[in-house]
C-alpha cells in the first residue's frame, strides 16, 4: 500500500488495499450492501487518523482529492472513528452558527445529532452493529475569509469526544471486492434513474429500513442526516436540452427553515457519476441573492453575466438541493413534493 493509499480509490471505489476488503471475500448484496459501504469509509478513517481522534478539513475540502460522493462544500467537515464499547461522550460547546456532530454506526443508523450547547453519551447498547462509531461534524464558518476561518477553525477544536476505550476499528467481516464494486455501481445508477428519496434512506432505526430506497440513498450519498435534522432533495430534469448544459433556470420560494438557529439552504450541481466537475458549483441562502418579491432564480449555465445565482453544470449534471434544520419534517416534505413537482428546470431559449 503507497504513502497515500487508504483503501478508497477514484470517485469511491473500494480497492484492494483497504482492510475490510479482499476478493473472494464475503460476497456483497442488497442485504449486506451499506454495512460494507460504511466499513469502507470506517477502515479509511482509521488508517489516516487511528481510533478516537477527529480529522478536520481546515480549508474545506479540495476538488482534486474527492472521496465522499456528493459532498457537502458549504460547511467544514471533520472526520472520526471512535470506539463505542465502553461508551462515548460528545460535548458541543454554544455557537452561533450551525455545527452538527452525526454519530451512526455500521448500519448507517443515525443515533444521535449534537449541536451547539448539548452533550450526549452514546452507550454500547445504542449500537446496532459492532462496536465502533462514525463522527461525522459539520461546521459553517462566520465567513470564509481569513478571520472566518479562523475562528471556524478554534470551534472545530472546541469539540470534545471521551471514549472509554480505544481499540482501532476491524470489520468483522472481509468484504468480497469485486461484488461490492458492481453492485455499489449499479446502486449508484439506479439512484439517479430511479430517483433515490433521501428522507427515505437515512434512518434513525433498523426498524426503518425501506428497500431499496435504503441502499441507494446510503451508497449514492454516505453521510447524510435523517429528515429532521436535514432534508435532501435530488435535483435533475427530463428535459434533454437542461441535460446537455444549455442556459435553464429554476425559480422558488425558499423552505421553511429554522434560520435562527442557523439552518439553511443550498443548491450543489455534481457530474452525471454524482463528483464536483465545475467551477461554480454552489450557491446557498448565506451568499445567494433573492427576486423583488422573495423567491430565488438559480441559473445554470447563463449566456448572460448578470444572470441571477449562477452555477455552472456538465453534461448530464444532476443537484442536491440541501434544507438544515427544517420547522418540520412534514414541513419540508411538502415543500419537497412542491419544489420537484412544480418548479422544474426550464431551458432559458
Same mark, same amino acid.
Given at each position: ?10 470517485? &469511491? ?78 460535548? !458541543? ?20 445529532? !449534537? ?85 427515505? &434512506? ?138 420537484? &413537482? ?8
Amino acid at each position: 500500500m503507497s504513502e497515500t493509499d487508504f483503501g478508497v480509490g477514484e470517485l &469511491g471505489v473500494a480497492l484492494e488495499s483497504n482492510p475490510a476488503f479482499e476478493r473472494g471475500g464475503v460476497a456483497v448484496t442488497m442485504e449486506n450492501v451499506v454495512r460494507a459501504e460504511t466499513a469502507k469509509y470506517l477502515s479509511e478513517e482509521t488508517l489516516k487518523s487511528g481510533p478516537n481522534r477527529f480529522r478536520h478539513e481546515r480549508e474545506g475540502i479540495q476538488l482534486n482529492a474527492q472521496t465522499v460522493i456528493r459532498s457537502n462544500f458549504d460547511m467544514i467537515y471533520s472526520y472520526g472513528v471512535f470506539d463505542g464499547a465502553a461508551g462515548v461522550t460528545i460535548n !458541543v460547546p454554544d455557537y452561533e452558527f450551525l455545527q452538527l456532530v452525526q454519530v451512526f454506526d455500521e448500519n448507517h443508523v443515525t443515533l444521535d445529532v !449534537v449541536t451547539p450547547g448539548r452533550t450526549a453519551h452514546i452507550s454500547p447498547s445504542d449500537i446496532t452493529h459492532g462496536g465502533h462509531i462514525y463522527l461525522f461534524m459539520r461546521t459553517q464558518p462566520p465567513s470564509y475569509d481569513h478571520d472566518g476561518m479562523e475562528m471556524m477553525r478554534q470551534r472545530q477544536d472546541s469539540v470534545t469526544v471521551e471514549a472509554e476505550s480505544a481499540r482501532p476499528y476491524a470489520s468483522d467481516v472481509t468484504y468480497d471486492l469485486d461484488s461490492f464494486n458492481a453492485l455499489r455501481f449499479d446502486l449508484l445508477r439506479r439512484a439517479v434513474e430511479e430517483v433515490a428519496q433521501p428522507y427515505l &434512506g437515512f434512518i434513525e432505526s433498523l426498524d426503518d429500513i425501506n428497500v431499496p430506497q435504503y441502499q441507494m440513498v446510503n451508497l449514492a450519498g454516505w453521510g447524510g442526516l435523517p429528515v429532521r435534522h436535514a432534508h435532501y432533495i435530488p435535483i435533475t430534469s427530463e428535459d434533454a436540452r437542461v441535460l446537455a448544459g444549455d442556459p435553464s433556470s429554476v425559480t422558488f420560494t425558499p423552505p421553511r427553515l429554522r434560520y435562527d438557529d442557523g439552518g439553511y439552504w443550498s443548491m450543489t450541481v455534481y457530474s452525471e457519476d454524482g463528483w464536483v466537475a465545475t467551477d461554480r458549483f454552489n450557491t446557498n441562502s448565506n451568499r445567494a441573492t433573492p427576486n423583488a418579491d422573495g423567491t430565488y432564480t438559480l441559473t445554470f449555465n447563463p449566456d448572460d453575466p448578470d444572470a441571477p445565482n449562477p452555477l455552472d453544470v456538465a453534461e448530464n449534471w444532476n443537484g442536491l438541493f440541501r434544507c438544515y434544520l427544517p420547522e418540520s419534517p412534514e414541513g419540508i416534505l411538502d415543500f419537497d413534493k412542491d419544489f420537484v &413537482g412544480n418548479h422544474p428546470i426550464l431551458p432559458l431559449t
